[in-house]
């Protein structure tokens, strides 16, 4: 199996175990958060050691082995992206595998299993899809409960209208869907948060930068990542101009 191939096959598998999960009724809230996240996490850890095992390996749910800087290919996973949205049951939530290959976001999959008919939506990098061209009024998706500060002010100057959003997965796949227009975040993030959706987002033709135009660079020793711009290349310059205005 390629690796594209078992990165969209690990993100289905993982998103269909968390609807049984969540569907079996034994769980509810941040219990059900907590057996997801433990649920998917054992699962997307074994099959990737068992499968890719001279890779390196790196996941939100478990204890980081700094064995991962020895590897130029590292696998970086968040089995639940929006732990909080998938206990509360609603379907902006997401299923990262992501590879790195020496620092570089190099393919991934999204998984979106609560968006769409049976087991929702996977997005690959290796399967790009046109995005639809964007609207006059741009639109860019922020946090539902902590919308960063400087995406506002960015929204308010371009006059962009706000849409809520749980993770930050469903949030870059929805710029990739056509669904809106730009991604700013500046609340803090961590490497798997932004790896599968990255390679899914440039192999869509997208822009993806940490917010001062630099690229993002994964497999570090410090997995912190505070900031992520994604949108259409035709908007990068004027988001990242119009950002480094703010006062």
């Given at each position: 199996?390629?690796?594209?191939?078992?990165?969209?096959?690990?993100?289905?598998?993982?998103?269909?175990?968390?609807?049984?999960?969540?569907?079996?009724?034994?769980?509810?809230?941040?219990?059900?958060?907590?057996?997801?996240?433990?649920?998917?996490?054992?699962?997307?850890?074994?099959?990737?050691?068992?499968?890719?095992?001279?890779?390196?390996?790196?996941?939100?749910?478990?204890?980081?082995?700094?064995?991962?800087?020895?590897?130029?290919?590292?696998?970086?996973?968040?089995?639940?992206?929006?732990?909080?949205?998938?206990?509360?049951?609603r379907?902006?939530?997401?299923?990262?595998?992501?590879?790195?290959?020496?620092?570089?976001?190099?393919?991934?999959?999204?998984?979106?299993?609560?968006?769409?008919?049976?087991?929702?939506?996977?997005?690959?990098?290796?399967?790009?899809?046109?995005?639809?061209?964007?609207?006059?009024?741009?639109?860019?998706?922020?946090?539902?409960?902590?919308?960063?500060?400087?995406?506002?002010?960015?929204?308010?100057?371009?006059?962009?209208?706000?849409?809520p959003?749980?993770?930050?997965?469903?949030?870059?796949?929805?710029?990739?869907?056509?669904?809106?227009?730009?991604?700013?975040?500046?609340g803090?993030?961590?490497?798997?948060?932004?790896?599968?959706?990255?390679?899914?987002?440039?192999?869509?033709?997208?822009?993806?930068?940490?917010?001062?135009?630099?690229?993002?660079?994964?497999?570090?020793?410090?997995?912190y990542?505070?900031?992520?711009?994604i949108?259409?290349?035709?908007?990068?310059?004027?988001?990242?101009?119009?950002?480094?205005?703010?006062?």
């Open positions: 199996m390629s690796d594209a191939d078992l990165a969209a096959h690990l993100a289905d598998m993982a998103g269909r175990l968390l609807i049984t999960v969540r569907d079996s009724g034994v769980f509810a809230g941040k219990a059900l958060g907590s057996a997801g996240d433990a649920t998917a996490n054992q699962f997307l850890c074994h099959a990737l050691r068992e499968t890719r095992p001279e890779d390196g390996l790196l996941s939100e749910e478990e204890k980081d082995s700094f064995a991962r800087l020895e590897h130029s290919r590292v696998w970086i996973v968040d089995p639940v992206d929006g732990t909080r949205e998938y206990g509360e049951c379907a902006d939530w997401a299923v990262h595998v992501g590879l790195a290959i020496d620092g570089v976001a190099a393919l991934g999959a999204v998984a979106l299993p609560g968006m769409g008919p049976g087991a929702g939506l996977v997005l690959r990098s290796d399967a790009p899809g046109v995005v639809p061209p964007a609207p006059d009024r741009l639109r860019m998706v922020v946090s539902r409960t902590r919308p960063a500060r400087e995406a506002v002010a960015v929204a308010e100057k371009l006059d962009a209208e706000l849409i959003m749980g993770s930050a997965g469903a949030k870059a796949m929805a710029v990739v869907l056509g669904q809106a227009d730009i991604y700013l975040h500046t803090g993030q961590y490497e798997w948060d932004s790896c599968a959706p990255v390679a899914v987002a440039l192999a869509h033709g997208l822009h993806a930068s940490r917010v001062d135009g630099s690229p993002l660079v994964y497999n570090q020793r410090d997995t990542m505070p900031d992520l711009l949108c259409r290349k035709a908007h990068a310059d004027l988001v990242l101009a119009t950002l480094a205005g703010l006062d």
